[in-house]
């Protein structure tokens, strides 16, 4: 949104809001402006949670499969523990998933989680959950 708009929003005029978003931005509070992009329209319908263990300690090979995969991923963390790496991803089709898998398993066991229902960003769980109710009856059966 614009600062106008963010201004109206919190009741401060225009030229406080510029410069405590300018403050926030140079004290790395806020990082980055984004877009949401709806993955389905663009057709890729799967959604996944990627886990990684790696079969040696080089991940040489590992990086180089996913970085020739990497626009199918939207977020990625490295973990401790079994699970080597997390990643979010989005597939097209069955079939181009389970080559990425076939490609990916001469390095790494992966498992895969299928994505039923997610939200934004920096939305409390308590908010998110309850505003799916057909969900919610569903889950505590």
């Not at 963390?77 to 076939?102: A, H, M, P, W």
Request: positive net charge; contains cysteine.
């Amino acid at each position: 949104i614009t600062i106008k708009e963010l201004s109206k929003k919190i009741n401060l005029s225009q030229p406080s809001t510029k410069q405590r978003v300018m403050k926030l931005e140079d004290n790395g509070i806020i990082l980055r402006y984004t877009i949401d992009i709806n993955h389905n329209n663009l057709g890729y319908p799967l959604h996944l949670f990627l886990f990684f263990t790696l079969k040696s300690p080089s991940s040489v090979k590992f990086m180089q499969i996913m970085k020739k995969w990497e626009d199918h991923f939207i977020q990625q963390c490295q973990s401790s523990g079994d699970i080597c790496f997390i990643v979010e991803s989005r597939f097209k089709s069955q079939t181009q998933l389970t080559n990425f898998l076939c490609e990916i398993s001469k390095c790494a066991s992966c498992k895969v989680f299928d994505i039923l229902r997610g939200s934004n960003q920096n939305v409390k769980f308590s908010t998110w959950f309850d505003a799916s109710p057909n969900d919610s009856k569903l889950i505590q059966g």
